[in-house]
């Protein structure tokens, strides 16, 4: 009886490892920035909000920026180790 060897599917590995990926992202970002997982997506649909001490204004949203963006670096390199 010969055995069938199991080869790889790189489309498969490459498309659970994007969704994968978007949903580690947002569970970094929600355990460094002490988000729930509402507020991660608040923010993504914000960019700006009314001023509560300036009636008429909008201020932008504090995002802390960089750190966001070394956890995207730090997901894009465990996908690409992945490959």
Do not use: H
Not at 8 to 33: A, I, Q
Not at 55 to 75: Q, R, T, V
Request: glycine fraction near 2%.
């Amino acid at each position: 009886m010969q055995t069938k060897s199991i080869e790889k599917n790189p489309l498969r590995d490459l498309f659970y490892g994007f969704s994968e990926s978007t949903t580690k992202f947002r569970e970094k970002v929600c355990e460094e920035c002490n988000w729930s997982p509402s507020t991660f997506y608040r923010k993504i649909r914000e960019d700006v909000r009314p001023d509560p001490n300036r009636p008429g204004k909008m201020i932008k949203i504090f995002s802390p920026a960089e750190k966001i963006k070394d956890l995207a670096w730090e997901i894009q390199q465990e996908l690409k180790d992945r490959l």
